[in-house]
C-alpha cells in the first residue's frame, strides 16, 4: 500500500514537513550544515513558518522527529549564549521559545514528539510542549534539562511543564542534578509515554495520534506536594541538599529553580514568566558566562580529532594490571574496545579484574552488555595481545631500567601501525623514547586516578615525537569517551605541575600551623572540590612525596621536609589509615574543627592559589599547552579547579594580571623565593588573546 | 581462503591447543558456566594465532548438557569470542564421546575439502547440572498456573506434600543408561566381574592416575592449561582435583557407591565430576602453509564402534581394534594411548580384553589377541580419575594431550580414545608430524 503520490513535503532551511495519506503531518527537524539539531533563533524562525504552514490546512495529528543521527535536539544554541549582553536581550530570546511552545502546546490536534539519542535541554523542552513522547529504546538515549551546568535553568516552560508531568520531587532532581536520563528511566518517571524499538517509532506515534488515549495525570502525592504548604517545606529541604554539593554565591542557578517553584509552583503562568525572569537574572550571573565557557572548553577537547585521518583503534593492550593500568584496561572495555590485560603473572592480574567486574556491574543494568563488556577484557599474563594490538600503553613500575627492558621486548613485536604509548607521570618521554628503535613513535598518555571518573587524558609529545602518532593518541582518547588535552612532554606535563606548589603550600601552611581543616576549608570555600591536605592524604603521601621529588629536582621548587618525615612514620594516607588525618574505614576523622588559624582564610587561600597561578604562567611560558584555553580544560576537568571560575587563567584575568603579580611580590619578600613572580608574567598578555 | 575441491582425503594438522584447568565439583554449582570456560581458554589460544577468530571456517563444540541458556553452546562460544556473525558454530553430542566427536567432524570437514581452518573441542559444567522439580511438583504447578478462581487455586495449592518437594538430581539421571537403566558405575562393575578385576588393582590403578598427574604438573607437562578467572578476578591455573598424597590404604576405606552391598567400585577409583573445556585448532595443508603454522601433529583417522549398553567401558577396545586394523597397525606400532579414564575397572579391563584372544576372536573379530598395551604408555599424565573428566570435553582434551606426550617424547603414533555411555567408543590415531 503505498501513499507516495499523496505525501505532500514543505521545506525550510532547517524543517521539513511531510503529510501523509491520513492527514498526519511529520515535522522533521533537519538543521542546515550540522551532525546535530540545536535550537537556534534560524530554527525558531523555521519552526514559526512552518507552524504557520500547517494552520492554514490543520492536519489530523502532528509528529516531531529528528532527521539527524545523533539524536532529536541536543538542546539551545550554546555559542549563541555569549552574543548575549543584556538582560533585556535574554528575556527577548526566552520569550521567542516560550511562545513557541505555548503554541505547540495549544496546536489543537494530537501533538507526539518521537524521540531518538540527544533530546536535551530545549529539546526536551519542546518534547513537553507535545502531548505524548515516545523514545526509541534499542540505542542510547540522552533525555535531560542539563541546564544548570550552564549556570542557568530551563527558561522556554521546561520547569512548569516537567513538574506538571512528573511531580516536582522527580522533576526537581532532574533540573539540579542536570543529569540525563536514558529511555528506561524516562519511561519509568513518566517523562515519556513509551519507550519502543525503532522500528515502532512511527506506528506507536500513529496509534497515539488515532487513540488520543488521556494524558497521564501525576499523583496525589504529586499534588500534595505542589500546594503553599508543602513547596516552602520541600524547597527548603531541597536547598540544604543543594547546598551540600555547592555554594549559593557560586552556583546560584538551583538555588534560584528552588526559590521560583516555592514562591511560584501553584501557578503554570505566574512560573512560566517568573522562569523567564529568573534566567535573565543568571544570564548575567559571571557563573553562567564562565560554565558556559568551560562547556565550550570541553567542546573543544571533544573536537580535537576532526580532521584526523581516521584511525579507528579496536584492540588496546594494556601492561602492567596495578590500579591504575586495571582501571585502564576496565575503562577501555567499558567503551567498547578489545582489551589484553597483560602482568607478570596471573595472580597480578586478579584484583584488576574485580574492580573491572564491579564496574561492568555498575555501569551496566543489562546484563548482555556486562557480559560483552567482561568478554572483551581478557586477562593476558603471557602478552599475547601486543601482535593484535592498534593502542598498546605501558603502566608498569616508575623505574626507568624497567621501562627501558620492556619496550626493547614489546617494540618488535607492534604492529606496524599501533600506537605505543606511557602513562609515566615521572620519567621524561625523551628518556624512555631515546631507547627504542623508532624514538619517534612513543607518545604519553597520561590518566588521572581514578579512571573512570577523571575525564582527562594528557596526550604528550616530545621534540622527537612523530605527529601522526600524537593525533593517533588523540583520537584514541576521544574513542575512549575521555578529554584529551594535547601538551607537551616535560616534567609534571601540565595537571601534576600546577597542583603540586598548591598542595606543597598546603602543607607549609600546616607546618607553620595552621589547622588542617581550616586550609582544607579554605581551598573547598574556593570553590575546589577537594582539600590539599585530603587530596594528598588521598592521592598517598609517598607517591606524592616522588613525585614531588622529581618536579622539584626539575623546576627548582623546595620540598617541605615533613613529608618524608610522615613516610618515615609510615603515614601514608588513606591507604596506610594515617596520614595527615587519622581514617577510618576510608573516611577521614575530623575530630573537633579547629578554628584558631594564625593566618585568615583569604590569605591562605591566595598563598595556595597564587602559587598555583604562578605555575600556571610558567607552563604557558614554557609552551607546554597551545594556549591558556587548553591550560583551563585541563586544570577542570583533570583537577575539577573550581568550574564556575572557568579556569585558573581565565580566574587570573577576572582577577587582574597585574594586581595579582603585586601580590605575589608582596608574598615574595614576606615567604621567600617560592612566591618569586615567573619570567612569564611580562608577556603574560600575550597568551590571554 | 580458497577451499581445494578435490574429493582426495587432504592431511588433516592440528596446529595448537588449549584447555581451561579442570575444576572439580564441590557440592555448590562451580563458579563459571560451562560457555565462560569455553570461552576463557579459547581467548589466548586465539590471540596467539596469526589468523583472528574471523577467518575461522566453522567452530564446532561437543557438550553433553549445556544450561538452558547456552542453547548450541558453540554459537555462543564462537560469538562471544568475536568470531563474528558469519562464522558458523554447532554443537554435537554423543555423551563422553561429545568432544572427540567434535574433533572428529572438523577433521573430516577439513580432509574432504569444505573448511580450511576449524576450531574445534568440548566442554562440561558438571557442577551446574540443574536441580529439576519432580513430575507430581510440575503437575502441580501446571494445575496452579491454570486455576483462575482464587478457590481453584487454594485447592490446588493445598495438594503439595512434603514428596513434592524431593528434587530430580539431572546429574545423576544424565549418568544412568536410559535404555538398560544401569548407571555407568554398575556397567564398570559388570566389567570388573567378567575381567576379574579386584578392588585392590583398580585402587592401585587410582593411585598411579593421581601420582602420574602430581609429576606432570611438578614438571611442567601442563602448559596446554590456560587460566581462567572467576567473576571475583580470582585465578585458576592448574587442575584441583589431584591428591598428590593418595595411597591404597586410604583408598581401600572407601565404600562402593554404585553397588552398596558387593560392589567394588568407590568414588577413589572412579573419575571425579569436574567442569572443564578443551580445544584444539585444526588447519588444512594450505593454511599451514599459507599462515606458517607449525603443526603440533596430524589426524590420521578416527573409528567408533558399537556395544552393549551395559558393557559400556569396553567401548575403547571395539573402537581401537578398527583403528588399528583399517590403518594396518598392531600395538607394537602405537608409541602412546590415552584411554579415558571413566573408571579404573573399565581402563584395565579395555587392557584385559585386548590381550585376550578369546575376547578378541568373539568380540573383535579376530584371530588371536591384539596384544598387552604397555601401562608404561598409557594415560602417562593422569586421567580422569585425577583430573577429571568433564564428559563432553574430555575427547578433546586427550587428543590435545596425546600431541603433546608425542611432541615432548618425540616419538611417532598414538591413539586417544574413550568409552561414551549408552554402548560406544571412539578411538582416533594421531601422528607426531615433526619427527
Known sequence: MSSENKTQRREYKNIYVERDAAGIAWLYIDQADSSANVLSAEMFIDLDAAMDGLLKDPPSGLVFLSNKKSGFIAGADVKAFTRVHTEAQVKESIEVGQSMFNRIEAFGVPTVAAIHGFCLGGGLELALACD??????????????????????????????????????????????????????????????????????????????????????????????????????????????????????????????????????????????????????????????????????????????????????????????????????????????????????????ESAMQRANKLFKRRFKDKYERQAAKDRLIPDHKSYGIEHADVVIEVIIENLDAKVALYKDIEPRLKKNAVLATNTSSIGLEDIANHLENPSRLIGLHFFNPVAKMQLVEVLKADVTDLAQFKKGICFVRAIDRLPLPAKSSPGFLVNRILLPYLLEAVELYDEGVPMTFIDDAATRFGMPMGPILLADTVGLDICHSVALILSKALGMPMPSILSKMIDEERLGVKSGMGFYKYKNGKPVYGKKQTNSPLTEKEVQDRMILRLLNECVACMREGIVDNAALLDAGMIFGTGFAPFTGGPMHYLEDRGISETRNELELLEKKYGDRFKPDAGWTELHTYLT | MPKENTANKQSVYVVDGARSPFLRARGRPGKFAAADLALQSAQPLMLRQPFIAEELDEVILGCVGAAANEANIARVVSLRLGCGDAVPAWTVQRNCGSGLQAVDTAFRNIANGNSNIILAGGVEAMSQAPLMFNRAMVDLISDLYQAKSVGQKISALAKIRPGHLKPVISLLIGLTDPVVGLSMGKTAEILASRFKISKEDMDAYAVRSHQRLTAAQNEGRMGEIEVVYDQDGKSYAADDGVRPDSNVDSLSNLKPVFDRNHGLVTAGNSAQVTDGAAWVLLASEAAVKQYKLMPLGRIVDCDWAGLSPAEMGLGPAYAASALLKNNKLGIADIDYWEINEAFAAQVLACVRALADKEFCRAELDRSSAIGEIDQERLNVDGGGISLGHPVGASGARIVLHMLKTLQRTKSVRGIASLCIGGGQGGAMLLENTNV
Open chain 1, 132 to 349: 505524548y513522547r515516545i523514545v526509541c529504546d534499542d540505542e542510547p538515549a540522552r533525555i535531560g534539562l542539563p541546564e544548570v551546568l550552564l549556570g542557568i535553568h530551563p527558561g522556554f516552560g521546561g520547569s512548569v511543564r516537567l513538574i506538571r508531568l512528573i511531580g516536582a520531587l522527580s522533576a526537581m532532581p532532574i533540573m539540579l542534578t542536570g543529569r540525563s536520563l536514558n529511555a528506561r528511566r524516562a519511561k519509568q518517571l513518566g517523562v515519556v509515554d513509551d519507550a519502543v524499538p525503532r522500528r515502532h517509532l512511527r506506528s506507536v506515534a500513529i496509534k497515539l495520534i488515532k487513540n488520543k488515549p488521556l494524558l497521564k495525570r501525576k499523583g496525589i502525592l504529586a499534588t500534595l506536594v505542589n500546594t503553599s504548604l508543602a513547596r516552602p517545606l520541600i524547597a527548603r529541604y531541597m536547598k540544604q541538599q543543594t547546598a551540600k554539593k555547592v555554594s549559593e554565591q557560586h552556583y546560584p542557578a538551583p538555588f534560584a529553580l528552588i526559590e521560583l517553584w516555592k514562591s511560584k509552583g501553584g501557578n503554570d503562568q505566574a512560573m512560566m514568566k517568573g522562569e523567564a525572569d529568573s534566567i535573565a537574572k543568571l544570564f548575567m550571573h559571571p557563573t553562567a558566562k564562565r560554565l558556559v565557557r568551560v562547556f565550550m572548553l570541553q567542546e573543544q577537547l571533544k573536537g580535537l580529532i576532526a580532521n584526523d585521518g581516521g584511525f579507528e583503534p579496536r584492540h588496546v593492550h594494556v601492561i602492567g594490571a596495578g590500579v591504575m593500568g586495571g582501571d585502564i584496561a576496565a575503562w577501555c572495555a567499558l567503551k567498547g574496545m578489545r582489551v589484553t590485560l597483560q602482568d607478570r603473572a596471573p595472580e597480578y592480574i
